[in-house]
């Protein structure tokens, strides 16, 4: 009997770990859902918005863009602004589309939260890839709050990004680093990416910031609101001051954190 209590623990415990991610819903991402919502990217099991490093019986989350197959094309335009929106796994599908057709908005009260593993919040990094992940151009960040699926996150392509359309290598990229947890995760999605300047195009090549959490201390952790799976306050800046910087390196090889 004592077993069958052990085993039941497991896998409760193992359903409650599949449930407790967050990851990026629009741009819609590898691996993940698709409007109109019925629909899903290739490769599709569930697991996009689990962090990288995580493994079950299912799949193993990789690095980069969580080792899932080219998805659907987002056609983006340099100088726009992209509102992107994010998903947690405790989401029922009749929410979706609530979540990306209307203009967000707070509940009005705690009870009427949708439980979201945003484990307080954390830093939030965008980029594009030209290379299909091997490197990165930092274009946008937030700190503290972010992510949340209760607000729109404004990241602005750059006028002087240069155009790509060369599928599977075109990336508009989310990376997060959490507050609570020391968990890193990582969204791709496939963008066409044009423009209407003329002229050369010199997007400094900055970088984004990689966290193996095999290689370090499990207490490493972003600034965030401490908000565990309520609310935070929403966007509240592009940039923030690293003051993690000893806890970052390339990624050589990453372990489960």
Known sequence: MNKLISLAILMLALVATVQAHIGMLWPPVRGGVIPPYNKKAPGYNGRFSAFIGYRD???SVKFPCGGYPRGPITKLQTGKIVNVRFYTSTMKESKWLYMIGKQPRKPSSRSSEISQARHGGGMCEFSLSY???KTYRLIGRYNRSCPDIYYYW???IPYNAPPCTN????LFVWS???NILPQYYHNCADIR?????TGSYTLPPRGIQIVDFGSYPKNIVAPGDGRNHNAGSGPSGTDVTNNMKNAYRPLTKLTHA
């Open 57 to 59: 019986s299912v799949a």
């Open 131 to 133: 290379d299909g992940g």
């Open 154 to 156: 404004p990241v602005k």
């Open 176 to 178: 997060w680093t959490a």
């Open 167 to 170: 599928y599977g290598n075109c």
């Open 193 to 197: 990416l044009s423009t209407t300047k």
